[in-house]
């Protein structure tokens, strides 16, 4: 509900802070004191068009706040939430601010954070109805109808299944088309679908098959680069053309030439040519030396004979590794794939052409699938409109038994179920409901706000919201001026039923009327005044006696009299 209004420089108010109550409030004053402006500045917060005219002279800016409690499960948290407005704890009172320059541009916000105005008004529809001699919210809204009436007594059970059916069927049609869809898109392709599927099962990829590929490739050309340089070691060792003079052969013809510097066995030492005993010892050793080097190239030979045997691989394989690998990754590039994802691309190749061969009997089943749902939904359907059809000639009876005490006797009020296309079915059944009024005998129903007048009409919201009440999640109501043209009896029945809606909800009225007045659980007055040369509007909370003032002023004029005083006393004891 409502529980604080601040105003700040509009039109006449230069500072207003209003405490508000649960139950009825009324608000009173004389003809131009400024309710108006009081209801202005709460259309303001919540979301009316604003304008500079609003600014009082001489200020620069006008601002309204609107501070409302709510429970926690209150709707309007969803929306805010929806809208990333962040309510951090769900018992926090929602303030929504709006502040308008002196040049017209406006701001909104809900609880100090920007929201736009569109926002501001979808939250305040959740928070405040206002019926009012030129503009009508809330009931006169055809859109929330429907949900009225069945919250009036359309068991809960019987909207669920219909929801429930509803969105079974419009999965199985969904789930319908989609079939159908890639039946077309498949057989659109069907000759390129094939040949993909035969090219990669012929290819059949492999998990993983890329990186164990590049792995073996990568080994045996290291192999392979091994095996060359053993071979050619060797082949520096041993040339394969004997004409070439190897390391070998080297040796052997060093040790030759060496060998023929010593004397022979058994020679003498007279001879001229023959080297002293030095140079024979060093020869011997130099002797030596070849020898184990013969040797030890002899071993080496050996060594790399043996490691290029142990080398010798499979010529073909890493041909025949590089073939697959660049296979597998030219198919790759074919499709716009990574190598790892064409197995799981001729999966689904596979899968579509399955769905393509099969895809009359699958079509089929789901055709059948979507009649089914269908029908539950209309039988389900079916079975709400008859219950709404019921409850809705229940609430005409309450309505109009509301009507005769409000001077509406001759109206009648008609709740009329209207059908919708197939393709406007949705969660809620298969029609909409409209309240209607035909306001005189023999004159056609028509949609509320268009005929009857303003005061009619917002005694027919009054006599709605008597018999809706505490059905709606819109914790305040405000009516404007109600008993506009009624007095005595009407004006006692309105009050009367004002403060039975008042049980269940909060309500303000703007009233001219004493009886609606004095049925009122807390009283506001509006009053206008001149302060140092400036005109002011003042709203002030009216303790006992002054309201008993107040209601004597109503009945009687400018001179109070205590037949006035008597008469306030009996409608405040009434």
């Known amino acids: 509900m409502l529980t604080r209004l601040s105003i700040r420089d509009v039109v006449l108010i230069e500072k207003l802070d209003l405490p508000f109550s649960p139950g009825l409030t009324v608000l009173t004053g004389e003809t131009g004191a400024g309710k108006s402006i009081l209801l202005d500045s709460l259309g303001l917060a919540l979301g009316d068009r604003a304008s500079a005219s609003l600014v009082r002279a001489g200020a620069e800016q006008a601002s309204v706040s609107a501070c ?19 309510i951090d704890d769900p018992h926090e009172p929602i303030v929504l601010r709006r502040i308008v320059a002196v040049d017209g541009r406006s701001r909104a916000y809900i609880n100090d954070q920007p929201a736009g105005v569109n926002l501001l008004r979808r939250a305040a529809a959740l928070l405040v109805e206002i019926q009012g001699q030129h503009e009508q919210m809330g009931l006169a809204d055809p859109s929330t109808h429907l949900d009225l009436l069945d919250a009036f007594g359309v068991p809960q059970a019987l909207r669920d299944d219909t929801a429930t059916a509803y969105r079974a069927w419009i999965e199985a049609t969904a789930e319908l088309a989609a079939a159908r869809a890639a039946m077309e898109s498949a057989a659109r392709e069907e000759d390129w679908l094939r040949q993909a599927v035969d090219d990669l099962s012929a290819l059949a990829p492999q998990d993983d098959e890329e990186t164990h590929l590049a792995g073996l490739r990568q080994s045996l050309q290291q192999g392979e680069r091994r095996a060359e340089a053993i071979a050619a070691a060797l082949a520096d060792l041993t040339p394969r053309d004997r004409r070439a003079s190897g390391p070998a052969a080297a040796l052997r013809n060093a040790s030759r030439t060496l060998q023929r510097l010593l004397p022979a066995p058994g020679a003498g030492d007279g001879g001229h040519d023959q080297p002293g005993a030095e140079q024979q010892a060093m020869a011997q050793d130099a002797l030596a030396a070849l020898e184990r080097a013969e040797e030890a190239l002899a071993e080496a030979e050996t060594m790399l004979s043996r490691l290029a045997a142990e080398s010798e691989g499979d010529p073909r394989l890493l041909e025949q590794t590089e073939e697959r690998l660049f296979a597998l990754r030219a198919a790759a590039r074919k499709h716009g794939v990574s190598v790892p994802e064409l197995p799981g691309l001729l999966a689904a190749f596979a899968s579509r052409l399955a769905a393509l061969d099969s895809g009359n009997a699958r079509i089929g089943a789901l055709e059948a699938t979507m009649r089914d749902t269908r029908a539950r939904f209309e039988a389900a359907a079916q079975g709400l409109t008859a219950a709404r059809e019921k ?16 001077r509406l006797e001759r109206a009648r009020f008609i709740v009329s179920l209207v059908p919708l296309s197939p393709e406007a079915w949705n969660v809620r059944g298969r029609e909409q409901a409209a309240f209607q009024i035909a306001a005189n005998p023999g004159q056609p129903p028509g949609p509320l706000a268009k005929v009857a007048s303003g005061g009619e009409l917002s005694r027919l919201m009054l006599a709605l919201k008597v018999v809706l009440a505490g059905r709606s999640a819109v914790p305040t109501l405000v009516f404007d001026e109600v008993d506009s043209g009624v007095g005595g009896a009407t004006a006692s029945a309105i009050g009367d039923r004002l403060s039975r809606v008042g049980q269940d909800v909060q309500v303000l009225v703007v009233t001219h009327s004493p009886q609606v007045a004095a049925r009122g659980n807390a009283h506001l007055r509006i009053s206008k005044s001149v302060v140092k040369g400036r005109t002011e509007t003042r709203a002030e909370p009216l303790p006992a006696e002054a309201r008993r003032e107040e209601i004597a002023r109503m009945l009687a004029g400018d001179t109070i009299t205590e037949a006035a005083r008597a008469a306030a006393d009996s409608l405040l004891q009434g």
């Open 68 to 86: 409302f409690e709510i429970a926690p499960d209150h709707p309007l948290h969803g929306l805010l939430g929806e809208q990333g407005i962040v």
């Open 391 to 406: 409850t809705a000639r229940r609430l005409e009876q309450a309505v109009t038994a509301e009507l005769r005490p409000l």
